[in-house]
């Protein structure tokens, strides 16, 4: 018996850990209507899921439609008589709804063009139209009285002549390549396409190298005819479309001269001069008609394949004989922001914040960007509103935003960000961003914490198109797009799919990098939607024409990101993943080491290179080329704390994981104020990625983990303290920021280890 | 003192083995002036190095100027009276240098046009020009009359029209991807860009797919502006451009009325019918502004990013709605070749002939192609002939080759090969070959068995740019451009640079490919000389601002084949390698593993796909692709046989290597005959390649380890039996491809065994 009994216990134990609740409950003869829910206790899994189908049923593609139009009726850039337009209306909207709404006002720099002129002097002339033309067809591209005119907000004000260089898109390794090729930018003036990097990037690059100035264009290879029929015949930017845009540096996001405080009516200001933000150089942008006479002045070398454009002509490097002169003069006024704040308070944990947004601004109409997903986030809020009216009560506030400012420089976000710093820090259990929408495959970047819980919920939505879960057909693309066996095998046996690290490129990134709070971004991409960014052409006949037209996907969005909502406010324990999170950045290590070995090798075949004397074998003395300089092979670098650290990470995890296992299986009634205390660690976990000195040059971002880099913009660089000082052969910062982040590594690790031991002592106590 | 002697012995059988020979005498107080020859005794080494040295020196920049001033001056097509003209002209020089010269002729099928149409149709009407108009600065540009207009030679009369389909390259893999996009060309003419294939391929599989006809243009992305400045300003092929050639199809060379015999006059010939090398539908060439709107009237589909060429258009798939109308007739007439032969007799092993060639017939003035390599052969007859009369006796006989009609399809070496193939089998040692030639590096393609003679040859020319030998510069090239460390440490490691394999595309396939006759391809190229391939504008005036502009590469040239003209003419054992060829078998064998494991992968993971439902999700609705069909996984190949067989040849050829080592080492004078054997079963190992039924529907392709790929043309496909079979998913014909080619492996090994025992015994008879 006794050995009988030994073996009935075991079986009942691992039933406990392993098996999921609903079919736990079979043996209770309740048959499982719907598959468990991570964080939800047994009874209110089943009300949760209820009330999550209702909600999914409310989206509807007319009020998408409808709402879109409203607000993509005339130019709302910030400042502009629309913009406030729509932030009153949407508070109304809300107020409808029943959510508690406001709008909340800061003061930000915006410069709007004064003077841009561009001219080629040499060899013949040429004068430069920036001008975008209105379409017959096109009902909202005639409003020119209203639309901002093509420029880069932040240029520096300058008026230069000088020989043009064309180069490439100017990053780093592009001007790595134009000093082999012999070519210098001093005293030119650069001509650089769109892509490889955030445009803000370009001018910062190019002013280190010594150019007078920047003139950036959409080259029809990457933005324009080569990839499909251009407007209004076809989705793609035409010969006149420009890309508009701000071409801040990296140092901080949000207003550039309250770096690190909110910017509310009557705050302190930097002077404009003194802000690091505004760029080095004066930057125009073009559309491809205006830089093809350009181009087609730019003789000396042909350029490296890479580089060429789709313009029929030869891409050379110059410097000159083209000779342009550039001007460009800003209204450094301060501009009114309206952001509209929205909330549904939690009934059981009020202090606990569930946060949700996208921006309301654009360059013009913008229909895409950013009103494809303004709008999802406004039918959540209705649904949302709707669901309230029926009785569903949120255990957690959930807040909604419609941020204004995001266009320029992440203001509207960031600005509140910093004016509420504290309570935030305080209160916010997570932040879930969009922007625009179209047609396609989820995509979801984010905070490897919440990864899991974002696959859990991408199985409960439909694709529109393909009636498969959204999760599915994403999965089936990561399958489609793998290259290699292991690859495709990872994908096949992982239970979830990776979600990407965020770097830069809309409102969650003060969230995040600034204050450390955990941050996704959801949207629908990769069948179409592009082609106008930025252009007055993005506008409701281009997107009811050429994107999600049927606003499937936009529902899609609002389905998806709603039901996250309401599945982070509703849980008893919050959906935090550590395990994820802890093999994401062990991946990192990884690559880290790998990078480093690489550098190292580089520069050991390199130097090696020189000795052999490849480079001047391989120079042809009609296209002469230098060779690049002798490096010294770096010093050892050891990763062992960052390995020990993640070790470490991924023991707490790993703990915690197998205490979760347990937490609904009894369908206990947990004591409530020792499970806020131990949701309140698990969402401040992601603070412990912070350090108060911020990275290396860039102290607002204090974040460890995620950063934008500071020469690409918008992509990612994970662990950046050690990444980026690798990248530029900063040897002794590398070894440093192992340090740093060693240290925040066993930090988290630490808090893991106490939320797995007040999670076993919940489960043990009941 | 027993111990110490026997240590003593060890050393001296040591040196014996490894030390090169002029080393090994410094002990005998003859201090080495030069570094050892391999295949030459001792004293004979000196001499011919002295020789060599003689004939560098002669080799002369303005007579290669004058050469090609006077063969370029008019059109020397096949049948044009300037071909015969300047046969008569080579001959008359070889005479006058002191050679034994002929002209033998061929009497061939080559056809001209007489009718060629192109026009839209449909939406709007468009006639193509087809004509390459006169360039003022250009002096022979306007020799219309005498000019072959641009044409592909033995495409199929026809009288065609239909919807356009553009099918980028036109390769099987591209057709495939058609197929996956639901783009069928049944019905339809397609037009395809040169490149990715030779260009008798694109009619060959577009008929193969139902298309009715082909129209091939030069894509400015691949030849044209996208590259650099186009003529006359820069080298660039122009919009009005084209590029000629033939279009036969694979199955054998030469004439395609005489298939594996000599069309000598008189000959029996097929019907025009019955010939399989005639393409199926009608072909023609045009220049991209005769494609462009063409391109620019078809729908449907956007390309595949790679398929994009560089006209400022989006590049649609089809079909239409652009329709055209296509016209090819021809004058099927009979035309006389005009090939050049010139002996220097040989001394002591007269029945041992050391070939060399390179093709005088062009499409129209062809300064590059074929002159440039052709003056090059020239002035090699000419130091020859001067050496000569200063008392140089070759051992061997010295054939050069002034080929006719190789443009159309390699027609007068072929023909000459096949009239005289049973004493070519006996008594050829080796074909060097060479073509267009212009600056940069050294590339030498061929015979495995001479790899390491021709490292030797090259290492003994200098660059005349760079001042270092052409070997190091190619290696240092080759250092470069590797791709991974383990690429690059071979390169560091091995003695001899690799040398490619040979494929087709000149006057050496038939040697090879056909009687087993040891050839290679050298010239200089990597530094410009390209851009007006096939066209009128390839002329003096144009290689003379734009090519190898001072005729050093052509003298280096010269240099490189003449030197090694010599060096096998005058060996007292020629210097073929065993070593270097079975390293290269056993590099293809693991390929051909590689290939069949990733076949079998690809196959297996697409069957798994197709089953998960992969493709299904990730097709857009608004851009449907079709799944690929569902394929069997294949069977186990065995590639034991390949691996023992190659063992085998390896072990064989080490020891062979092993008794070469002490050949010249005590400068003994060998009997005169043993060694003339032995040389003969040198020179027949390439014979022993040859299988009698050819390869698998090509019996003309005799050769088992070279051959260009039925589906590529120019590009080789090595071990093509095997390795052709696994590509197109025949397995048991790849099975059978494995024992044809060990057995013949089996025999190579069996014959350099015996050499090596044969050598063993001559030096140990010493």
Chains 1, 2 share one sequence.
Not at 101 to 124: G, Q, S, Y
Not at 408 to 419: I, Q
Not at 529 to 549: A, C, L, P, V
Request: glycine residues 8%.
């Amino acid at each position: 018996m006794k050995h009988l009994l030994a073996v009935s216990i075991c079986l009942v134990s691992l039933s406990l850990g392993a098996v999921p609740p609903q079919q736990h409950q079979v043996g209770e003869k309740n048959p499982p209507p719907l598959p468990p829910l991570q964080g939800f206790l047994a009874g209110s899994a089943q009300t949760e899921r209820q009330w999550e189908e209702k909600f999914r049923a409310i989206p509807n593609t007319d009020n998408l439609r409808e709402y879109m139009k409203l607000m993509s009726a005339r130019p709302h850039h910030v400042g502009s008589p629309y913009d406030k337009q729509n932030a009153e209306w949407m508070l109304s909207k809300f107020k409808e709804w029943g959510w508690d709404a406001h709008i909340e006002n800061f003061d930000v720099l915006f410069p709007t063009p004064k003077e841009r002129r561009l001219e080629l002097l040499e060899p013949t002339r040429f004068v430069a139209k920036l001008e975008e033309p209105p379409i017959d067809i096109d009902p909202t591209s005639n409003q020119q009285a209203e639309q901002l005119p093509p420029y880069n907000a932040y240029s520096i004000d300058g008026d230069v002549s000088g020989p043009l260089v064309y180069v490439n898109y100017g990053t780093r390794d592009d001007y790595e390549q134009l000093a082999r090729l012999d070519v210098s930018v001093k005293g030119a003036i650069v001509i650089v396409r769109y892509g490889g990097s955030w445009r803000g990037i370009k001018p910062k690059v190019a002013a280190e190298h010594g150019a007078l100035g920047c003139i950036i264009y959409s080259d029809p290879a990457d933005d324009g005819y080569a990839n499909g029929e251009v407007y209004p015949r076809g989705a793609w930017r035409n010969k006149d479309a420009v890309q508009r845009g701000s071409v801040t540096d990296t140092y901080f996001a949000g207003d550039p001269l309250t770096p690190g405080w909110g910017s509310v009516p009557g705050a302190r200001r930097l002077e404009i001069k003194d802000s690091p933000l505004i760029t080095k150089i004066p930057v125009l942008p073009i559309s491809y008609s205006d830089a093809q006479p350009l181009l087609a002045s730019i003789q000396g070398q042909v350029v490296p394949e890479k580089w060429r454009g789709a313009l029929p002509l030869t891409y050379h490097l110059g410097p000159g004989p083209g000779k342009v002169h550039l001007v460009v003069k800003s209204n450094w006024d301060t501009k009114r922001l309206y952001d509209v704040i929205a909330k549904l308070p939690g009934a059981e944990a009020a202090g606990q914040w569930v946060m949700r947004g996208n921006h309301h601004d654009a360059w013009v109409n913008g229909a895409s960007d950013p009103l494809s997903g303004m709008v999802a986030v406004l039918e959540e809020a209705r649904a949302l509103g709707e669901l309230h009216k029926q009785g569903w009560r949120p255990k957690r506030t959930i807040i909604y935003a419609a941020w204004d400012g995001e266009e320029p420089g992440l203001l509207g976000s960031t600005e509140f960000l910093e004016t509420h710093m504290e309570e935030l820090q305080q209160h916010a259990v997570a932040y879930i961003n969009s922007d625009n929408n179209s047609r396609g495959f989820l995509r979801v970047s984010g905070s490897h914490s919440l990864e899991r819980f974002l696959n859990g919920v991408a199985h409960d939505i439909e694709d529109p198109e393909k009636h498969i879960s959204v999760w599915d057909r994403a999965h089936l693309l990561r399958i489609a797009d793998a290259t290699g066996a292991e690859v495709r095998d990872e994908l096949r046996k992982r239970a979830d799919w990776r979600i990407r690290a965020l770097g830069d490129g809309s409102d969650y990134a003060s969230f995040l990098d600034h204050a450390g709070i955990a941050a996704v971004d959801i949207r629908f991409s990769g069948e179409g939607g592009e082609g106008q960014y930025h252009s007055i052409y993005d506008d409701f006949y281009w997107y009811t024409h050429f994107s999600d037209t049927q606003f499937i996907y936009g529902r899609a969005l609002a389905q998806t990101a709603g039901t996250a909502i309401m599945r982070l406010a509703d849980a008893d324990l919050l959906p935090f993943d550590f395990v994820g999170q802890a093999d994401t950045i062990k991946t990192y290590v990884k690559e880290l080491e790998r990078l480093f070995k690489s550098q190292q090798d580089e520069i050991r075949e390199r130097n090696l290179e020189l000795q052999e004397g490849v480079f001047s074998a391989i120079s042809d003395p009609q296209k002469p080329t230098q060779p690049p300089a002798r490096m010294e092979t770096p010093p050892v670098i050891s990763f062992a704390p960052l390995q020990n650290s993640s070790d470490a990470l991924q023991k707490a995890a790993q703990r915690y994981d197998a205490a979760l296992k347990n937490f609904p299986a009894g369908g206990f009634k947990a004591n409530a104020a020792t499970l806020t205390t131990l949701n309140e660690r698990l969402y401040k976990s992601e603070r412990l990625f912070l350090s108060e000195k911020g990275l290396p040059g860039r102290p607002w971002f204090k974040h460890q983990i995620y950063a934008p880099g500071a020469y690409t913009g918008y992509a990612v660089k994970t662990i950046p303290a050690v990444r980026e000082a690798i990248e530029q052969y900063k040897w002794t910062e590398a070894q440093e920021g192992v340090t740093t982040v060693s240290d925040i590594l066993q930090k988290e690790a630490a808090s893991v280890n106490e939320a797995a031991a007040q999670l076993e002592q919940l489960i043990s106590a009941h």
